[in-house]
């Protein structure tokens, strides 16, 4: 076996675990995210414990619990194309032993179907980006709001129906000749550069109408802001979340375009480490993801004790950095310092956030 045949086959194993890696963890992002918000809204049920009882829902708050269920359903969408993605780049991956009889026209068609499942995983993507947008718009209403109804999402449809008719058009798959591998052997490199500056553009679409309207509302609120240095952290810590992890799913994405025509043999696995990166970045772009896997990782390093607090004296415990809230409400108490609601159900030290903008610590 020469050189080439040997990096050859390691990259395919590599492929191989990429892909099984990509499909775990589509998978366990989901579960998290789902028990992440169950968590949330049980935490939501005890804030009113935690509140005075002349407090009311803000008008952001109300916008917020609106919206959130289309976020994280946007979100779910991501990782289904994700996931779905993985699974048609492990049929190309060994595409010779499930169309035997008809392996080269298989591949003819296999490969540039999982390109346009990509593509509709980007699109899930920016529709993600744009329900975020949607939600900092509640803060002021900056921007019509018809730019957010029809505008955008009319806009993310053409940008998905072009670039998929685009793709069957003008792309064509065959056997690698080298493995058991379907690869992209035409295409327009055009396209991809193209797709690359699209995607740059996209992102920073959807970056400024979600900076925008939190920088605004920073501006006009900065003296209470540093009042309360908790809020102001949590305010710039939510902001840095987005824009960085918004700039790494673009990077990501646009390196891999702009390297196809260099890895064409290669371009599934660069197309699965892309869809990896955004998966992660999706999942911690959700404050309620953070606070639950920081919980769980607080938990298993420190166990459920809550440190330097009485839960005996009827308290909620608060943890460090937060204003302590005085309730005349009376909690039980379990073994070892757990504090157990009135209902009896026991949860996670999970930050209750009524919106990302103050309790994402």
Not at 308 to 336: F, L, S
Request: hydrophobic residues 45%; neutral net charge; aromatic residues 16%.
């Amino acid at each position: 076996m020469t050189i080439t045949e040997t990096v050859d086959h390691i990259m395919w194993n590599l492929g191989t675990f990429i892909m099984i890696f990509n499909l775990a963890l589509c998978i366990t992002f989901v579960i998290i995210t789902n028990l992440a918000t169950k968590q949330h809204r049980e935490k939501l049920k005890l804030r009113p414990v935690a509140q005075s009882a002349s407090s009311t829902p803000s008008h952001f708050a109300a916008i917020y619990h609106k919206l959130r269920p289309q976020q994280e359903c946007i979100a779910y969408f991501f990782y289904s194309f994700a996931f779905l993605c993985a699974i048609q780049c492990f049929m190309c991956h060994y595409s010779i032993f499930i169309a035997q009889m008809s392996f080269a026209s298989y591949c003819r068609w296999a490969a540039p179907v999982c390109v346009v499942i990509y593509f509709s995983a980007k699109t899930a993507l920016y529709g993600f980006f744009l329900e975020r947008a949607k939600l900092s718009q509640g803060l002021l209403n900056t921007f019509p709001a018809r730019l957010f109804s029809h505008i955008l999402p009319l806009y993310i449809f053409v940008y998905w129906l072009i670039w998929s008719i685009c793709i069957m058009i003008f792309f064509e798959g065959a056997p690698d000749g080298k493995v058991t591998s379907c690869i992209i052997s035409t295409y327009k490199p055009w396209l991809l550069t193209a797709a690359g500056f699209v995607d740059v553009f996209n992102t920073l679409l959807f970056l400024f109408l979600f900076i925008y309207p939190l920088q605004k509302a920073y501006a006009m609120n900065k003296e209470a802001f540093d009042n309360n240095a908790a809020k102001k952290r949590n305010f710039i810590s939510m902001m840095w979340y987005n824009v960085v992890l918004s700039a790494i799913c673009s990077i990501s994405s646009y390196v891999y375009l702009f390297l196809i025509p260099v890895i064409s043999g290669y371009s599934r696995m660069g197309e699965q480490l892309d869809m990896m990166i955004n998966s992660i970045c999706v999942f911690l772009m959700l404050a309620t993801n953070r606070s639950y896997v920081r919980a769980l990782w607080n938990r298993s390093c420190r166990g459920r004790r809550v440190d330097g607090e009485d839960t005996r004296k009827g308290g909620i415990p608060q943890r460090k950095g937060y204003e302590t809230v005085e309730t005349t409400t009376t909690t039980r108490t379990g073994t070892a310092g757990d504090w157990i609601p009135p209902d009896g159900t026991e949860l996670l030290e999970i930050d209750v956030d009524t919106d990302e903008f103050e309790d994402d610590d």
